[in-house]
């Protein structure tokens, strides 16, 4: 567990809080590019506890700005966008995506008052069907994370975006436990054992069933850390290890292992201390376009509904997250049952993570060796939080390895051999005084 102190120090990102200005020096996805258009309306976004405006100029090029007019303060996602420029409603004032003040109607023809004031704007660039950009620093602007799949083509990747009522880190942590699917996803697990199709998990992850108490192995690297759910199997009559990989790349992504040909990658991004908001990017890396009907098969496993313009879905503790008491009962269902009583793997997570509560006390918790990951995770960015307050480097900010080999995999693996030289691939050697935890059976 941690400690009053620490707890804050993870959870908050506003108001000039340590966790904030750390994350403010990554680079952060902000909408789907197909949320904007051309000449067509901005969009109000809030990242860390700050609003800004998004949109597309007349070139089809993408702007990020303060929301609120540096003339009076007006909201610019109210704007007129045309002529390469936002024109705020209320005087007139025009805006670039640069945050260039190139015309101000109110005042006096003869003026040079535009020439003395600009709007904050934000390095911001499109990869992978997303719009990132950074809010931090701009002599300190770091490399663009360039994932694997950032550079497929639109109609190879597919993402899923939510909104979730609750702080980034218990979400993210979701995402780095291996030992919670076999029981919040056993119904999944259950119709992959039977044969079942689904693109959630490797081809090999029928096996997760068969032993929820994994032992994790885990390494630091350059980024984060990678680690290792090794669980007993057979394969031709011999024992070998089912190994599953999974990676904690700062601040706030998780990849992990895909059917072959294809990559996952989820991030978590802070709305504000209480609400964050979810990416799940589906990519094919093998030349192949992913079918709409296949689109639409991934939408309905995840669960994710309609949403209202803020990405959130009528799912939430007033409505039990719509959990179904009834689907749960074996006795009137037998081998139907539904384990959750929620629909769809994304559902399911989101409905434990907020029923945590808006941000969880950790000073409650009882942590146990299947818990390895998330220790891990927390003691690397409470660090990295305080490194950046001293003024260092903090993790994943070198040049010492590369985001488009991190790679997470799942392989059977004869126990005789290293899992590190056999599954997936680390981005870059660890580094020099990585720490591991290994061979501790949950």
Known sequence: MLNTADNELLTRVESGAPMGDLMRRYWMPVLMSADVESDGAPRRVRILGGNYVVFRDSNGEVGVLDEYCPHRGASLALARNENCALQCLYHGWRVDRHG?????????????????????????????????????????????????????????????????????????????????????????????????????????????LSDGAPTLEIENLPYGFQYAALRSAVSDGKPVNYVRTTQFVAPNWALFSAPKGWRFAQAFVPVDDHNTVFYFAHA?????????????????????????????????????????????????????????????????????????????????????????????????MLEAARRNERGETPLGLGNNFHYSGIRAAEELVDPSLRWQDVVGSRGEAPIADASSDRGIRL
């Open 100 to 208: 260039k003040v190139i015309e101000t109607p109110s005042e006096p023809g003869n003026s040079t008052f535009k020439d003395k004031i600009r709007q904050i704007a934000y390095p911001s660039r499109e990869a992978g069907g997303l719009i990132w950009a950074y809010f931090g620093d701009v002599s300190a602007e770091p490399d663009f994370p360039l994932f694997e799949w950032t550079t497929r083509a639109p109609e190879e990747i597919y993402t899923i975006r939510v909104a979730q009522r609750c702080n980034w880190a218990q979400a993210l942590e979701g995402a780095i436990d291996a030992a919670h699917a076999n029981f919040l996803h056993n119904d999944l697990m259950r119709r992959l054992v039977s044969g079942g199709e689904y693109t959630g998990g490797g081809g090999l992850q029928n096996m997760t």
């Open 284 to 380: 094919r890396v093998d030349g192949e376009p992913i079918p709409e009907d296949y689109r639409a098969k991934i939408l309905e496993w995840s669960g994710v509904g309609e949403m209202d313009r803020d990405f959130h879905m009528d799912f939430h503790t007033g409505n039990m997250w719509r959990q179904d008491r009834d689907a749960m009962s074996r006795a009137k269902h037998g081998d139907a049952f539904s384990f959750s009583g929620l629909t769809g793997n994304q559902t399911e997570d989101l409905g434990v993570q907020e029923s945590m509560g808006p941000i969880y006390d950790r000073t409650r918790e009882h942590l146990g060796t299947s818990d390895l990951a998330i220790i891990r995770m927390r003691r690397l």
